[in-house]
Nanobody, 121 residues
């Protein structure tokens, strides 16, 4: 069992930055791939970024490439999402997930409760 708690969301102006954190419980964090997903009102949950358990491979949605960076600190049981050059269309609830670390939502077993990110124009 893995419990995930996101933090770091908030309101930011377009062009600004935020860093999301996801703290995981359990001693097996380092064996899980981790991912970030987001869901805007009226839209389906979509993949944002993923990182394999080793940290050796990262995946990004085309819409965030070059602006967002996923990283993990296995010693702290934490995964991060650094978000730069934010746009109003990045507004959504952001979810952390533990699983394969791939772009496929079906390959994740555990989910956090989400943190709201709002980007004003």
């Amino acid at each position: 069992q893995v419990q995930l708690v996101e933090s770091g969301g908030g309101l930011v102006q377009a062009g600004g930055s935020l860093r999301l954190s996801c703290a995981a419980s359990g001693r097996t964090f380092s064996s899980y791939g981790m991912g970030w997903f987001r869901q805007a009102p009226g839209k389906e949950r979509e993949f944002v970024a993923g990182i394999r358990w080793s940290g050796a491979r990262e995946y990004y949605a085309d819409s965030v490439k070059g602006r967002f960076t996923i990283s993990r600190d296995n010693a702290k049981n934490t995964v991060y999402l650094q978000m730069n050059s934010l746009k109003p269309e990045d507004t959504a609830v952001y979810y952390c997930a533990a699983g394969a670390g791939s772009p496929l939502v079906s390959e994740y077993d555990y989910w956090g409760q989400g943190t709201q990110v709002t980007v004003s124009s």
